[in-house]
T-cell receptor
Framework: DGGITQSPKYLFRKEGQNVTLSCEQN?????MYWYRQDPGQGLRLIYY???????QKGDIAEGYSVSREKKESFPLTVTSAQKNPTAFYLC??????????????FGPGTRLTVL | SQQGEEDPQALSIQEGENATMNCSYK?????LQWYRQNSGRGLVHLIL?????REKHSGRLRVTLDTSKKSSSLLITASRAADTASYFC???????????FGKGTRLSVIA
């Protein structure tokens, strides 16, 4: 059963706490991405990684951190420095010959609520 | 960063009717992609059209691309209630930069 998994589906945290969102893929894709989606809005890119041990900031990286120690995994940490972290977070991957301009495959998302 | 903009923001039609959504963008692209998102779920890729292509079909979907007008349209024919979702365009510019997504069109198909 190939695809991208994100866990947990729902996450509640107190203000000021760091929280890590999991993203795993078994598609053998090189590139992985993290997006944030607010209600009624499009996707905004947080971070992306084209290869293991390398990643780049997206449009809204402040208050977030990532790691890419394995090809299959790209966890996102939402730090206490992120001023408004409540949102829907989507992870994606791509692996075609066109690299990061190719089709992306998305996970089911994690809804984070900070109380 | 460059962003495709979908139009209209929301669309409500009767089952069986056709639905047309448009996407405009600002700079030259390598390809343009359309995705669908059901409420509370991840996005699903629908179709990719390259800058040297003018039209592509996939089942009930038809996508056109006009690079001179920097615009694309997604047509869903004979819509069904199950087509109710948000539809996003994403543009890939030349070079090593990732896709940029628009804000989407919310389609409601009423049975």
């Amino acid at each position: 059963d190939g695809g991208i998994t994100q866990s947990p589906k729902y996450l509640f945290r107190k203000e000021g706490q760091n929280v890590t969102l999991s993203c795993e893929q078994n598609l053998n894709h090189d590139a992985m991405y993290w997006y944030r989606q607010d209600p009624g809005q499009g996707l905004r890119l947080i971070y992306y990684s084209q290869i293991v041990n390398d990643f780049q900031k997206g449009d809204i990286a402040e208050g977030y951190s990532v790691s890419r120690e394995k090809k299959e995994s790209f966890p996102l940490t939402v730090t206490s420095a992120q001023k408004n972290p409540t949102a829907f977070y989507l992870c994606a991957s791509s692996g075609g010959l066109s690299g990061i301009t190719d089709t992306q495959y998305f996970g089911p998302g994690t809804r984070l609520t900070v109380l | 960063s460059q962003q495709g903009e979908e139009d209209p923001q929301a669309l409500s039609i009767q089952e069986g009717e056709n639905a047309t959504m448009n996407c405009s963008y600002k700079t030259s692209i390598n390809n343009l992609q359309w995705y669908r998102q059901n409420s509370g779920r991840g996005l699903v890729h629908l179709i990719l059209i390259r800058s040297n292509e003018r039209e592509k079909h996939s089942g009930r979907l038809r996508v056109t691309l006009d690079t001179s007008k920097k615009s694309s349209s997604l047509l869903i024919t004979a819509s069904r209630a199950a087509d109710t979702a948000s539809y996003f365009c994403a543009t890939a510019t030349s070079g090593n930069t990732p896709l940029v997504f628009g804000k989407g069109t919310r389609l409601s198909v009423i049975a």
